[in-house]
């Protein structure tokens, strides 16, 4: 074998065995965190609660147990599979060494470590979210509500930037979005888009991308192609399908139904299916066409109205500790949470944590894992908004 043979390209042993070592540190301090043996003691207790002959009598506990048995059994079997896997990686990036000491080591060998690492650092990004995620709706899915706010057609144009972010970003999660309802602008973009997201940790993760969003940009609309500073707000609230959760009284409902919108021609829907419905005490109005028949849609709407009711209790109480720590938590289109900046420079900053980046593409197709990341450890350290600069 000749000198160049031999001399790998990438990484050092050295490099990868140092990498190894943090990954496994990595995981014995979240193997504290998480609490194996604790987890499958409660996985037992939801086995046995779910092997009783009654246990399907309570459809809607039975659906919560079946949903946290899932949920923490999958926790466990990763965990372990993810400790697993970075001892060999250890074993393989210490053999490494050897090797190159050696004169045998093959850059085959250390592409498979190298790749190895790279996996192995992202199962365990994953995980490590979860000790994020404490609050009673974090786990479940979510109902996401995009609106534009001031700006005119360029805050439409905004909104619908906002939607195609989200649902990329959903996509490389291995979620699941549904838009369920839609209301385009006039000229171009929307006027607002409600979709629920279906997956692990779904309402905890978009969670973090609650408030207003701000865009700069040239103005693609203008004549004169001037700067023009645009608005949208994003809500979020936990997919809340359970009448027992949160009562409705059918009197506090006003109803109407209309003809959904469609892609035109043949597509247009010919009947009255789609469904709004306004919560009159508290003025909360949700809506949905995506379903094809107005039952459907009325119970999908009766369920992102629920959600939106939980929501405000959510964020009802997130004032009154906010008030407490002596926090401003004004809504409104002056406390945005994030500015996105095309024009005269390329940045997206969070304004409740710092977290920037310069690549504005790379988060417009989706890639918004730091920004939630960083928020979500804002909140769980307790600590103060950062603010604008």
């Known amino acids: 074998m000749s000198e160049e043979q ?12 140092q990498q190894a070592g943090r990954l496994a540190e990595r995981v014995a301090l979240l193997g504290e965190y998480l609490d194996p043996n604790v987890l499958e003691m409660r996985v037992a207790e939801l086995e046995v609660e779910m092997g009783a002959g009654d246990f399907w009598d309570d459809q809607a506990r039975a659906a919560k147990v079946s949903a946290e048995h899932a949920r923490l059994s999958g926790r466990l079997t990763e965990y372990h599979a993810l400790a697993g896997d970075v001892g060999d990686l250890g074993e393989l990036a210490a053999m490494a060494r050897e090797e190159e000491r050696a004169g045998s080591l093959t850059p085959e060998f250390v592409t498979e470590v190298v790749d190895g690492l790279d996996r192995a650092e992202n199962r365990l990004f994953v995980l490590e979210e979860s000790r994020l995620f404490g609050g009673e709706h974090d786990a479940g899915d979510a109902v996401v509500t995009i609106q534009s706010g001031e700006g005119g057609t360029d805050a439409q144009d905004w909104a619908e930037m906002l939607l195609r972010m989200y649902l990329r970003w959903a996509e490389t999660r291995g979620m699941t979005a549904t838009v369920q309802d839609r209301l385009d602008g006039g000229e171009a973009g929307i006027k607002s888009a409600t979709f629920t997201l279906a997956g692990t940790n779904a309402y905890g993760l978009m969670s973090a991308e609650r408030g207003v969003h701000r865009l700069v940009r040239l103005s693609p609309f203008d004549s004169a192609n001037r700067r023009q500073t645009s608005f949208a707000a994003v809500q979020v609230a936990p997919l809340v399908t359970d009448e027992a959760v949160i009562e409705i009284d059918d009197k506090d409902l006003r109803i109407d139904t209309y003809r959904a919108s469609g892609a035109g021609g043949q597509h247009v829907n010919k009947t009255d299916s789609a469904v709004r419905i306004t919560h009159l005490p508290s003025g909360v109005v949700v809506q949905c066409q995506n379903e094809r028949s107005q039952t459907q849609n009325r119970a999908t709407a009766m369920s992102m109205l629920r959600s ?72 769980a350290k307790g600590l103060a908004v950062v603010g604008e600069d």
């Open 6 to 17: 031999r001399q790998p390209a990438g990484p050092d042993p050295d490099a990868l065995a």
């Open 308 to 379: 939106r009711l939980v929501e405000l209790e959510l964020q009802r109480r997130e004032e009154e500790s906010a008030r407490e720590r002596g926090e401003s938590m004004t809504i409104g289109f002056g406390s945005q949470i994030r500015s996105y900046v095309i024009h005269p420079y390329a940045m997206v900053k969070d304004l409740r944590t710092g977290h920037e980046t310069g690549n504005t593409q790379a988060v417009f197709d989706g890639a918004l894992d730091p920004f939630m990341r960083a928020e979500l450890e804002r909140r």
